[in-house]
């Protein structure tokens, strides 16, 4: 084959300290060694040469000297060079044989070139040739346990041989066999020897004088005799140099081959480490499964919740923190000057909560914070829940219809004309309280306040149908919790259904509201209670057929103004002559369906009345800005379209005008109470302050302000005309018209001063805005509510965060108030909530360090067990690492074993455990499950907890000796 083999050992020395007792093994021996001899080294036990032999095979180091192969000095060889050179270098053969058991000899013998990285294909053909070679063609499937020792030792010279070394290595080859098959062994032997070098350590030296070429006799560590001895000429080579031999690598495959066959031949013994490694991850997945049935069940309560009560943002709120402020401070003044007073001081307590109240409402400028949360980037998005964000509109308008007598009705105050003012309406508001809508709660206490009301201004019973995402008319939220009972969802403009409570109720007003019940007994009914009687209606139940054939009309508020002669436009909404009128171009709704929450409704958000989708609020917003007054309103920004006077006076003289135009305007019966209430006024102030002020609050009444104008020209003017002192008396006697006439007498030649005082008193003031506003007009991106909903209250705790950094980068007109009012209910829930997360994680952990600690345990086992196979894989040029992947790898289809015997025994727990769970909570809302998702993550952690059990113990096995772990048994 060409080989030019030599192989120079110079001055090696080694020794081994044993306890402190140093034993020399080599002494200084230097040996040359050509290619293609057979070289045999003999000597007694302790003569020191196994120790040449493994040196020079690279299974141990020398302590000096140097071994140098065709000119390669190993002086500076680190593990992996010597990895590499026993790999391609050197074949062994050991009298044990030193064959893995659990592998076939076919395996055996492809080993070697696993680790040299050849193919599959081509490591099974040259393993084949080889097997075929020392003629085991025919039991290449056989385990070594079915071979004879000579067959076992043919397989060992076979691949000592498949790699195709230079150097075979045999120790006591013959040492455990008979004497005819030592001959077959020798023979064998000798014929390798022919075209590479053989190196061979017996005790025989009849066999060694037979076969061998070369005999080499070793004594105490130093060389005796050399039957033929090779001098190498180091002047005609070149000095050696250090370089590697070639590349051993074993893949991550082979390492689980190996694992893998090495555990199959343990079947029970692997099944009960798998199991005993799934105890920990049985633990852990039931933990995971009632974890997750509980985390379910309150992730569906919290979900409920916030359906049931979303972060709702008002036009006007609230500022919680500064009510509490006040609380605070007001508590801490009298605190502070409770011991220190000897007199008697007033209590303004009440007035300073009444101002801490006052002061605490603040404006939310919605249009802005619209715009942050419709913004896909903005950090909000992220915590919005399944519902969304829904935006309300106070959309202004009236409902009427007809009764069963054919009476005219307003579904907002039965009678037309009586919105705002009906005992119907005082009940209807009580509604929002009584259904728990802090919402409409808080809206109801800031009218109270502020005389300003931000609540629905349609008719009490109608409410707009939270809407879904994209087309969808109607919410999942409300779907989830309403049952139609008759009928259909409304799905356009036109339609609305009827809304009941749980018992199929829905409140008698709203029956005559709707016109479904004669109006004249709803009139004589509240007779009796305005009179203080005991009332019990007793009507009976209304089919669902009957009560959706009543036909409805809807009038938008800017419908409910028509222009007059004067061009000015006037409010009709109250004249049940002009509602007729206006009929035919009303809007028609169709009650298409009736609606009720369902058994066990977690929100309930629609209160007992009717219910209208969100494409009517379009179509209102749509009509508003297309009406004539509002068309009419806008070409003229600078005067009042329903009077005429200026929005902005800009200065006396324009006031003055004013108050004369509006008075120009009063009908004659108006302007006589005015000059009543005026001249009463005036008597009242000559007699000192002593006339009665009753009647003149009756008399005024009609005329908003009429009691406080001022008095004194008229006065004088009635003075002149003899009614000086008496002025009252004197216009008593007048006719209305008569009165009239003076009161305009007056305002035509009273001061600017004068007029000017009137003006701001008696002339209804309003801005341009506030008309758009009467009349209907809405901007989409002018809410005036926003409600987000949130699916947790981890969620909804980040909602608020969110709002907080936009609070902390908005400018101050911006900043949002708000209160939280689930936030304050729900924090104790939440604090119960994570400590049983806590209480379980800590399970989970303990779990855990036990599962580590038995895997390696049981890796350590093994490792004890196979120190022999580490041995023999090092012998044939695996590295540390290669040694150390076997083990991982053993490890790791260990813990997957254990982590799909883990997570199959918890499926099977489960059924009886969730019998058990239901009976101990008294519940089946709570049910224990694995989600596929753990099961994987689980088996997943169940590999790496071994593989990190086994980090040790494989470490341990990758720094055994290769020359001792051969030598255990």
């Known amino acids: 084959m060409g080989r030019r083999l030599v192989l120079q050992i110079k001055e090696i020395s080694k020794q081994y300290d044993t306890g402190g007792f140093v034993q020399q093994a080599l002494d200084h021996v230097s040996l040359n060694l050509r290619d293609s001899e057979f070289v045999a080294i003999l000597g007694p036990s302790g003569s020191g040469k196994t120790t040449l032999l493994n040196i020079v095979g690279g299974l141990d180091r020398y302590d000096s000297g140097d071994l140098v192969i065709n000119g390669t000095s190993t002086k500076q060889y680190k593990d992996r060079d010597w990895d590499s050179y026993r790999n391609h270098t050197i074949g062994f053969v050991f009298q044990s044989y030193n064959l893995i058991g659990h592998q076939t000899i076919l395996s055996n013998v492809e080993l070697a070139l696993t680790i040299s990285g050849v193919s599959r294909a081509q490591r099974r053909e040259k393993a084949r040739e080889a097997l075929v070679k020392v003629g085991l063609g025919d039991h290449i499937n056989k385990k070594p346990n079915q071979l004879s020792g000579g067959q076992m030792q043919r397989v060992a010279i076979a691949r000592a041989l498949v790699n195709d070394p230079d150097i075979v290595l045999a120790d006591e080859p013959t040492g455990a066999l008979d004497s005819d098959t030592s001959v077959q062994i020798m023979d064998l032997l000798r014929d390798v020897a022919k075209d590479r070098l053989v190196v061979m350590v017996t005790h025989n030296p009849e066999l060694a004088r037979e076969y061998a070429t070369r005999v080499v006799s070793l004594r105490d560590g130093t060389i005796r005799d050399d039957t033929d001895p090779y001098e190498v000429d180091e002047t005609a080579h070149a000095p050696a140099v250090h370089r590697n031999l070639g590349r051993a690598s074993m893949s991550f495959a082979t390492s689980l081959a190996l694992s893998f066959n090495n555990l199959r031949t343990k079947k029970a013994r692997t099944f009960l480490t798998s199991f005993a490694g799934s105890i920990g991850i049985i633990g852990i997945a039931l933990i995971m499964s009632v974890s997750n049935g ?79 949360l419709d913004n896909p980037k903005s950090e909000v998005r992220q915590y919005i829940g399944k519902a969304g964000v829904q935006y309300s509109y106070d959309a202004r308008f009236s409902v009427f219809s007809h009764d069963p007598t054919g009476a005219l009705v307003n579904a907002d105050g039965v009678s037309v004309g009586d919105s705002g003012t009906s005992v119907a309406n005082k009940i209807a508001g009580m509604n929002g309280a009584q259904t728990g809508d802090f919402s409409a709660m808080q809206s109801t206490q800031m009218a109270t306040l502020t005389g300003k009301s931000q609540g629905n201004t349609s008719p009490e019973a109608f409410h707009e149908i939270m809407a879904g995402k994209g087309s969808e008319t109607v919410s999942k939220v409300i779907t989830d919790n309403y049952r139609v009972v008759h009928g259909t969802w409304a799905k356009n403009r036109n339609q609305v259904v009827l809304v009941l409570d749980g018992n199929n109720a829905i409140p008698l007003t709203t029956l005559y509201e709707l016109g479904m019940l004669p109006a004249s007994d709803y009139t004589a009914m509240m007779a009796e209670v305005n009179a203080g009687k005991a009332v019990d209606p007793k009507i009976g139940k209304i089919d669902y057929a009957k009560a959706m054939d009543q036909p409805l009309k809807l009038l938008p508020a800017s419908h409910e103004y028509v222009k ?40 309930t958000p629609l209160q007992a009345g009717v219910g209208y989708t969100a494409a009517l609020t379009n ?23 329903l009077n005429g006077l200026t929005f902005n006076p800009a200065d006396d003289a324009a006031k003055a005008a004013d108050a004369k135009a509006y008075v120009a305007s009063l009908g004659v019966s108006q302007k ?57 008396a004197a216009l008593g006697e007048m006719s209305e018209q008569q009165l009239a006439e003076r009161y305009d007498a007056y305002i035509a030649t009273a001061p600017q001063a004068d007029l000017v005082g009137l003006y701001s008193k008696i002339v209804p003031t309003s801005s341009y805005q506030d008309n758009l506003s009467t009349f209907g007009v809405l901007s989409r991106d002018a809410p005036s509510s926003i409600k987000i909903y949130a699916d947790s209250f981890e969620a909804k705790n980040g909602i608020s965060d969110s709002i907080d950094h936009y609070n902390a980068k908005a400018a101050k007109d911006d900043k949002i108030t708000y209160t939280d009012y689930v936030g304050l209910m729900m924090n104790s829930v939440t604090t119960i909530i994570n400590v049983i997360t806590y209480v379980l994680i800590a399970f989970v952990g303990v779990s855990l360090v036990v599962s580590s600690i038995m895997i390696g345990i049981i890796t ?52 009886p455990g969730n019998a058990i769970l239901h009976h101990a909570m008294g519940t089946d809302q709570v049910n224990a499950a694995l989600p596929l998702s753990a099961g994987v993550i689980l088996v997943v952690l169940s590999i790496v907890l071994t593989l990190i059990g086994g980090l040790i113990p494989s470490r341990k096995a990758a720094k055994q000796d290769p020359a001792t772990a051969l030598r255990t048994e």
């Open 672 to 728: 006589a109470d005015m000059a009543k209430s005026q001249m009463a006024q005036a008597d009242a102030n000559q007699n000192g302050g002593a006339a009665s002020q009753g009647a003149t609050g009756q008399q005024g009444a009609t005329t908003p302000g009429a009691s406080t104008m001022e008095p004194g020209a008229l006065a004088q003017q009635n003075a002149e005309q003899g009614a000086a002192g008496n002025g009252a």
């Open 619 to 641: 179509y209102l917003i749509d009509q508003a800005n297309d009406s004539p007054v509002v068309t009419a309103q806008k070409a003229d920004e600078a005067h009042n379209i």
């Open 294 to 372: 509980v985390n379910t069940y309150i992730a569906n309560i919290q979900r409920d919740t916030m359906t049931a009560y979303p972060l709702t943002i008002d036009q006007q709120a609230w500022d919680l923190s500064k009510m509490i402020e006040s609380g605070q401070r007001n508590a801490e003044d009298q605190a502070k000057t409770s011991n220190k007073r000897h007199a008697i001081y007033p209590d303004t307590s009440s007035i300073k909560r009444a101002s801490g109240l006052t002061s605490s409402i603040a404006t939310n400028n919605l249009t802005a914070f619209k715009r942050y």
């Open 564 to 603: 007059g002669d004067d061009g000015r436009f006037r409010y009709v909404g109250d004249d049940a002559s002009e509602i007729s009128k206006l009929m035919d171009d009303a809007v028609p709704l169709q009650i298409v369906g009736v609606i009720k929450p369902v058994d066990g409704a977690k929100a």
């Open 860 to 911: 350590y086992i093994s490792v004890l067990e196979r120190t022999k196979e580490i041995g023999i894989l090092r012998a044939m040029g695996a590295s540390k690492r290669n040694v150390s992947q076997v083990f991982n790898a053993e490890t790791g289809i260990i813990g997957l074993l254990a982590g799909i015997l883990g997570v199959g025994i918890t499926l099977i727990l489960i059924v």
